[in-house]
């Protein structure tokens, strides 16, 4: 970090005799730092600082673009339509399934993947590149490639179910299967982001840890659940709860997959936001829905920012 | 060197010959079409336009493949105000829609007091449908209606008659399945999957109940009319009748099937007569088409499909827009389109013109269905509307919930849209 | 990575299952794109058999052919090309000069913007979808490349600020100094010395910023329906219609639009990992 001997090493040239535009170009440290951010400041500003406050404010008005009826002030009328949405319930619901299956279905797998990639392979690459490639695949492309696996007649996951003496699955017309092979979709692409950010955990711990409890006739598995996961908690822990976030904002996998069928059983809350706003133009009412989804991811950022702290 | 009086006089002369030729200048009118209604013939009916009108030029645009698709591409073009699209078409199920959003120009000023006469020459449904409050907002493109597709050579084989009821339906299919003993062959195939089509297909039942979902602008659910709807369709999945998976199947699906020589009874629209009789086709001149049966006791009845043409009123071309879709929604267009295109006429006449029974022998057949096919509720909440029946048509053909579970969850929201 | 660290020594050991490990591992990674490429070379007819073929048997390729016919492939390629250029370009810009300010000035309140920077990298795209759609209506932009430029800036700013805040506060001030000494402005000092010596800094940062772009699906469905300005996530849906879901010309345009991403990352790999692991965030 900056002290503030080092930078005034600098000795400042703004003499006599310069003349205006190099002042300009040489200002202050103050005036250049404020001036270094304002672009930043300002896209933020217009993309997300703005339109949170006309995002409240639109939640509280009856704006319907199909009604051809000009906004008008509704006061909490939308947030009361909500409560007894039944689809908004299910979608929340399900939005909160797919976090609490696949958050802890990532890590697991992510674990399982990084350890595996931490052996001493002759050739690296390969194994670099098979965790990265999921994770650079478009997650709408993961569900249509999915989508086409788990199909019931045509797909890979039938025929090796058929293959191995069970009988296949129509995945996607109950809601139970179909809300599998989207957890499933959602893990695989998932989890070898966890399994990177593990692995890299996973280098820095010392070599002399193992050594010491080996002579102390620690077993691989002692090892692993003394040493090992302890030591990966720091990193484990942020890739967690940015995980969860995101997991909240499900969107692409599902709308790609099934479109939230059968039914309204795989919708998630990011797809009836969606909805809402691009299919019924009822911003009024896709305005509630999103301060809602925007108030439990914030609640989850707030968790992620203490724990970014606590980890110095 | 020029002086500069000649510069002067020379400029004044171009300024001239530019006003003059922006006076004459040709009207751009941009129109949407659908990709899935035949766009390469449309062109050949705009190309016979621009012949006659040579200050008009006209370009096609496309968005989308689906009904859905192309109201979300719509969608963002008139929230935007967007001035781009002068004329597009629209599902029939729409034009009250965008009435309501005030996206689209009533016709009544260039039509001015012979809008009544000039509407009546349509077929009723499809005046109706274009009219709202008393307002023209837009004019009918082409009809389409849900028909039955049967099986001609397997019902002779078997000696029966095509099915007047769904309980016939139900016995003919089982009774020919079982003794064709041909695992690929399906009783009835209709649309399932969460598409447009299966708010017709919860419709139709419930129709030929005599029963209306909205009348007057207020919902008028009818809820244990709903349930047998809904428990008609699962008893087909259920007996065996329909495939496991119907909640899988969309409109194309049917169509697919069927032509494969797979399925015995198909609900389906106009369209797939055509390919039907392709050449491509295991089962040409094996199909025979008829009005689609009615539930005990009840009338028959269709789904009105068909498309209309609005003008936009973002438009820039307001005038000469409307004067184009006054063609394209002429008698002579709607001939040009069932001959070349084979879309059903918007015409009571035209389906009686003996170009067009030479061409499409089976619209004589196609008339009546078209006639007595009944429009989807009109409400400027339709895409609501329309999304809890497909849904809910959808989870219970899954076994997702049960139709009476259904039907009370369908009429709970349909409430809460239509309050 | 795969260092013959310790802590795999604790698990796994023996080469027979170290191979077996590997195959599993790439099968994992791979297996998804390698059935979309074989499906893609398959026919239709060769598609519906039943049991399902898993090598083609004639390899064909009709369906990319067809992928380029049926819909405007080349043009979803060019937009989100384009696209994710353009933001990566911006988000560089706007990125390098505040991470610099984070860096190497004093600023009150750092900790507090660093903060807020995290804070936005988890920001929930989607919940401002109403109030983005209608800013960009009211500024004409639906339908326009700058309607997600400008959002997918934000989305990577965060991410990109902080790899390089890192990547600066490495890089020794002497250097910087010296130049400054030699009559550079510090802003000259910026560009001719701390942004080439953070050149694998910004160089990760600007990997990134162009795989979030690229991938982004939801703005790009909502803000540009005009199918000529559709980006290749959202054009790729389009090729199932009314009339089809035609699953090998959707495989090859889903390879079509794997293949660049693929080199990108075949070339880069080192630099995306280490970008990835050191604060670079995507779920």
């Known amino acids: 970090m900056a002290t503030a001997s080092e930078t005034t090493l600098v000795t400042p040239r703004n003499e006599s005799g310069t003349k205006w535009w190099t002042r300009f170009l040489d200002p202050s440290e103050r005036t250049l730092a404020l001036l270094l951010l304002l672009p930043a400041a300002l896209l933020l500003a217009l993309i997300i600082v703005y339109p949170v406050c006309r995002l409240v404010w639109t939640s509280f008005q009856n704006l319907s673009l199909t009604s051809g009826a000009p906004a008008a002030f509704a006061g909490l009328e939308n947030y009361a339509l909500m409560l007894d949405d039944p689809v908004f319930w299910e979608t929340t619901w399900n939005t909160v399934l797919i976090t609490l299956i696949t958050v802890p279905g990532a890590l697991l797998v992510g674990l399982a993947l990084a350890l595996m990639a931490n052996l001493p392979f002759k050739r690296k690459w390969p194994v670099r590149l098979s965790l990265l490639i999921p994770w650079a695949l478009p997650l709408s492309f993961a569900g249509l490639i999915f989508a086409w696996f788990f199909h019931s007649e045509y797909g890979v996951v039938n025929d090796v179910l058929g293959r191995l003496g069970f009988e296949g699955v129509i995945w996607f017309n109950s809601a139970r299967w179909a809300f599998a092979a989207i957890c499933l979709t959602i893990i695989w692409k998932t989890s070898s982001f966890m399994a990177l950010i593990i692995l890299a955990g996973l280098q820095t711990i010392p070599r002399s840890l193992y050594e010491a409890a080996e002579v102390d006739g620690a077993g691989r598995l002692r090892q692993f659940f003394e040493i090992t996961l302890p030591l990966l908690k720091a990193s484990i822990v942020v890739a967690l709860i940015f995980r969860t976030i995101t997991a909240l904002q499900t969107f692409d996998i599902p709308f790609t997959m099934t479109r939230g069928g059968p039914g309204t059983s795989t919708a998630t809350l990011a797809m009836y936001i969606h909805q809402n706003t691009v299919d019924f133009l009822d911003l009024g009412y896709g305005s509630a829905l999103a301060v809602v989804m925007f108030a439990l991811s914030m609640g989850v950022t707030a968790v992620y920012l203490r724990m970014i702290r606590a980890k110095g | ?419 | 990575m795969s260092h013959d660290t310790p802590a795999n020594r604790s698990l796994f050991s023996g080469k027979p299952l170290r191979i077996l490990i590997g195959f599993v591992l790439v099968m994992n990674g791979m297996f998804p794109a390698l059935w979309i490429l074989f499906t893609s070379l398959k026919t239709e007819t060769e598609l519906t058999l039943k049991p399902i073929t898993w090598l083609p048997h004639a390899p064909t390729i009709a369906n990319y052919l067809r992928a380029f016919t049926d819909q405007p492939l080349l043009l979803f390629l060019f937009n989100s090309f384009m696209v994710a250029l353009l933001s990566t370009a911006l988000t560089l810009f706007v990125s390098v000069l505040a991470a610099y300010a984070l860096a190497r000035l004093h600023i009150r309140g750092r900790d507090l913007i660093l903060s807020a920077i995290i804070a936005v990298s988890t920001f929930p795209l989607v919940t401002l979808l109403v109030p983005l759609f209608e800013i960009m209506r009211a500024l004409n932009l639906l339908n326009t490349w700058i309607a997600l430029i400008l959002p997918y800036t934000v989305l990577s700013l965060p991410v990109c600020t902080l790899i390089l805040v890192s990547f600066f506060e490495g890089i020794p001030r002497d250097l910087e100094n010296s130049a400054m000494i030699d009559g550079c402005t510090r802003l000259g000092a910026l560009f001719k010395v701390v942004v080439p010596l953070a050149a694998p800094g910004v160089f990760t940062a600007g990997i990134l910023a162009f795989v979030n772009s690229w991938d982004e699906f939801l703005l790009a469905l909502s803000f540009n329906s005009n199918p000529m300005l559709r980006t290749l996530p959202v054009g790729i849906t389009l090729y199932q219609g009314e009339f089809a879901f035609p699953w090998p010309v959707i495989s090859a345009a889903l390879v079509v639009g794997i293949v660049p991403v693929a080199v990108l990352i075949v070339i880069f790999q080192e630099r995306v990992v280490s970008g990835l692991t050191s604060g670079g965030i995507k779920g």
Request: aromatic content about 10%.
């Open chain 2, 1 to 419: 060197m020029m002086s500069k009086k000649t510069m002067k006089l020379l400029l004044a002369g171009a300024a001239l010959t530019l006003t003059a030729s922006a006076a004459m200048a040709q009207t751009n009118l941009r129109v949407f079409v659908s990709s899935q209604h035949r766009p390469d013939v449309w062109r050949k009916a705009f190309d016979m336009y621009e012949a006659k009108n040579p200050n008009v030029k006209v370009t096609i645009e496309t968005g989308g493949n689906t009904s859905e698709a192309q109201a979300q591409y719509l969608n963002t073009v008139m929230t935007a105000k967007d001035s781009s699209l002068d004329v597009m078409i629209l599902d029939v199920i729409r034009p009250a829609q965008y009435a309501a959003a005030g996206w689209t120009v009533p016709f009544n000023d260039v039509l001015g007091a012979d809008a009544d006469s000039y509407m009546k020459r349509y077929l009723p449904a499809y005046a109706e449908a274009n009219t709202v409050d008393g307002k023209v907002v837009a004019l009918p493109a082409f009809a389409d209606a849900m028909f039955l597709y049967y099986r001609k050579d397997l019902l002779e084989k078997h000696g029966i008659q095509p099915p007047q009821t769904w309980d016939e339906l139900a016995v003919a299919a089982k009774k020919v399945t079982e003794s064709e003993k041909d695992p690929n062959l399906q009783g009835l195939s209709f649309q399932g999957k969460a598409i447009e089509g299966a708010v017709c297909t919860f419709l139709l039942p419930y129709w030929s109940m005599g029963r209306q979902l909205v009348s007057n602008g207020k919902l008028s659910f009818d809820k244990e009319a709903a349930v047998k709807s809904l428990k008609l369709w699962k008893d087909f999945v259920d007996q065996g009748v329909a495939k496991k998976n119907i909640a899988e199947v969309a409109t194309d699906d049917t169509r697919k099937e069927f032509q494969a020589g797979n399925v015995l009874f198909a609900v389906n629209w106009s369209y797939a007569w055509g390919q039907f009789q392709g050449a491509e086709s295991a089962v040409k001149d094996k199909v025979g088409v008829v009005k689609l049966p009615a539930v005990q006791g009840g009338q028959p009845a269709s789904c009105l499909g068909g498309w209309e043409w609005g003008v936009s009123a973002y438009s820039n071309n307001k005038t000469e827009a409307q004067k184009f879709v006054q063609y394209l929604s002429s008698p002579e267009t709607s001939e040009f389109m069932a001959i070349n295109a084979a879309l059903l006429p918007q015409f009571p006449d035209v389906y009686t013109d003996a170009d067009v029974t030479k061409a499409v022998p089976w619209f004589a057949n196609a008339r009546p269905v078209v006639e007595t096919a009944k429009a989807r509720p009109v409400t400027p909440r339709y895409n609501e509307v329309s999304d809890i029946i497909r849904t809910t048509v959808n989870a219970v053909l899954a076994g997702q919930s049960t139709p009476e579970d259904g039907a009370t969850q369908m009429e709970g929201r349909l409430r809460r849209v239509l309050r």
